[in-house]
């Protein structure tokens, strides 16, 4: 894209007549947006927004328009762009000629005002002191509200925050002065531009307003993310089993698997060489193995929690136990797929099965009573939409777990990549760890509801058990050494209630740690960049607030003191173990073929 300056004297007419010329452009673009919109796929309207009880019936309607009827909108937005910018500039061309000053201004420091013609141009410094009393008026409204349920005060608070971000004065072109500056700078390009992101986002999902987070061009596979060298030794309908090559002469006897969320792809943990779990905990002499969900279309549909405790965990134990010549391993499972270990663990011990020596926990949730952050989403109104979804497509798509993700975080992960990608018109960047976060996996229709439904909404697993596999399982079963690691500031699944979840397990040996920082930045955190510390504490009998008022704080990763804590429960070093050495098959080289498959086509 090509930039220009200006002068003091604001554009010349040559520049507003190639302003204008660029502008009409935009109707070389419109049939390709009027295709995508007229066959867009479509979804539950409950998935849009809040019931009718909660807010007013004018501002629903307004919701549902938006979402009913995009392309009426989005021509509206076209032309209302073309006179904005041009308005602009013709303004600018009047305040050249002026020294009107902004008024004082004391709403406070914010990112998305950094532009100092948000302090300095009286029009800027007026819409944005607006915005600024307009959210603290509605905050105010909100929390003044009584004689409403905890529950739907939560739920309150938060759509009304999301209008209040969605409102502000950067998401519209005609009050950003840093848009509408790029578009005078490259004679109106930087539109043209970002109407073309705006155009392969929704071809690139079916329609559905999904933010490009990263540039998907920048990344590949087993090129650049997903490095650590490995064979793919076992494939099923649930999962490619992965074990990786050793970097040490000798690895410990017992082996571990590790069972990654299948919500998103495993790579998380092996991103790239200097931050990744899987290469770190390779070249401490452990025999790796990974589990690589497999991401569900509609023949998955009936697919359940148990066939991913049976067909995945049991079968991915098995072989890692034969392929090692085992009789136990370690397990980690990490967010969803920690949930889903504690099952498999109760099952496990009811049948008497000690196949597992110790299990590792990241951030997993196993007790829902407190919803923190997600309660919003887990009402009926919202439950029932995702049921009827799942009912429709056979699956729950990674469209809806995406944009729940992403709404939490609106202005970070939806707004402000927004507006630079189509009012900026700017690529997205190559961050490899939005690249892995817009590349999520499908839900099998049974496996989503029973755990929205049993797990989430009705706590069954902490509050009296989950019946699963004919058997009903209950944390009290978790009898086996168990290490959590829980973040600080992780709003998916908050280290209180993970920390109450773990005081339920039944074991006598438990170890919890808390790092700094969120849900990945926690996790994925390598002791060579020194960066988030963690806590400690041994006595689990207190709550949480005295746990961590009693925690010791220490600095840098919390890899090694895990790592420690493995160590002792691995057995002796013997020779390292070469994939494929002991005879079995090799499919194909890591990362394997599973990984690869995207939601979307």
Not at 29 to 44: F, P
Not at 293 to 312: I, R, T
Not at 384 to 400: F, N, Q, R, Y
Request: proline share 5%; charged share 25%; hydrophobic share 40%.
């Amino acid at each position: 894209m090509t930039t220009k300056s200006t002068d003091d004297t604001g554009p010349t007419d040559a520049s507003l007549a190639r302003l204008k010329e660029n502008l009409k452009k935009v109707d070389g673009l419109r049939e390709r947006l009027t295709h995508v919109l007229a066959t867009r796929s479509t979804h539950q309207p409950a998935l849009d927004g809040p019931n009718q009880e909660l807010f007013a019936k004018a501002a629903k309607a307004y919701m549902q328009e938006a979402m009913t009827n995009p392309a009426k909108l989005m021509e509206h937005q076209l032309a209302f762009w073309s006179k904005s910018v041009i308005h602009f500039m013709e303004a600018q061309q009047a305040l050249a000629k002026g020294t009107l000053s902004a008024p004082d201004d004391r709403t406070g420091s914010d990112r998305r005002f950094a532009n100092p013609m948000w302090q300095q141009h009286p029009y800027f410094n007026f819409v944005k002191q607006q915005y600024v009393m307009n959210a603290e008026a509605i905050s105010q409204a909100v929390e003044g509200v009584e004689d409403m349920e905890p529950r739907e005060k939560q739920r309150l608070r938060y759509f009304s925050r999301q209008i209040i971000d969605m409102m502000s004065p950067t998401n519209f072109l005609a009050t950003n002065p840093d848009a509408l500056q790029r578009a005078v700078d490259t004679d109106g390009e930087s539109l043209l531009k970002g109407l073309e992101n705006l155009i392969g986002d929704l071809e690139a999902n079916n329609g559905e307003m999904v933010v490009r987070l990263a540039d998907e061009n920048a990344f590949e596979l087993g090129g650049n993310i997903a490095t650590t060298a490995g064979k793919v030794l076992f494939r099923n309908r649930m999962f490619e089993l992965i074990q990786y090559t050793p970097s040490t002469e000798q690895v410990h006897s017992t082996p571990l698997v590790v069972f990654p969320p299948w919500i998103n792809k495993y790579y998380i943990l092996d991103l790239k060489a200097k931050n990744s779990f899987v290469k770190w905990v390779v070249d401490q002499g452990y025999t790796l193995f990974m589990v690589s969900w497999v991401n569900p279309d509609s023949a998955y549909s009936d697919v359940g929690m148990e066939d991913y405790v049976e067909d995945g965990y049991i079968a991915a134990i098995e072989q890692v136990k034969a392929i090692t010549e085992q009789k136990q391993v370690n397990a980690v499972g990490y967010c969803i797929a920690g949930t889903t270990l504690s099952l498999t663990l109760s099952l496990l011990k009811q049948r008497g099965d000690t196949s597992v020596k110790s299990a590792t926990f990241f951030t997993a949730l196993t007790d829902f009573s407190d919803q923190g952050e997600f309660q919003p989403f887990l009402t009926d109104d919202f439950i029932d939409g995702i049921e009827a979804e799942t009912e429709d497509k056979g699956i729950l798509p990674s469209i809806v777990m995406a944009r729940t993700f992403s709404f939490l975080r609106s202005n970070d992960l939806v707004y402000g990549p927004a507006v630079k990608s189509y009012m900026m018109g700017e690529t997205p960047p190559a961050f490899d760890l939005l690249y892995w976060n817009g590349d999520g996996a499908n839900l099998p229709a049974r496996m989503a509801m029973q755990y929205l439904r049993g797990l989430c909404q009705r706590n069954e697993l902490a509050e009296g058990g989950f019946d699963l596999c004919g058997r009903h399982l209950v944390l009290e079963d978790v009898d086996i050494p168990l290490c959590a690691i829980a973040c600080e500031t992780d709003h998916i699944a908050p280290w209180k209630d993970s920390y109450r979840g773990v005081q339920k397990m039944g074991s006598n040996d438990k170890t919890f740690i808390m790092t700094q920082s969120g849900h990945i930045a926690g996790i994925v955190n390598p002791p060579s960049k020194g960066k988030y510390g963690h806590y400690t504490n041994e006595d689990l009998g207190l709550d949480h607030a005295a746990w961590q008022e009693g925690a010791e704080f220490t600095a840098g990763s919390w890899w090694p003191r895990w790592e420690a804590w493995l160590d002792k429960r691995s057995g002796e070093m013997i020779e390292a173990r070469i994939p494929g050495a002991q005879g079995k098959e090799i499919l194909c080289d890591a990362p394997g073929t599973y990984v690869a498959v995207k939601s979307r086509s």
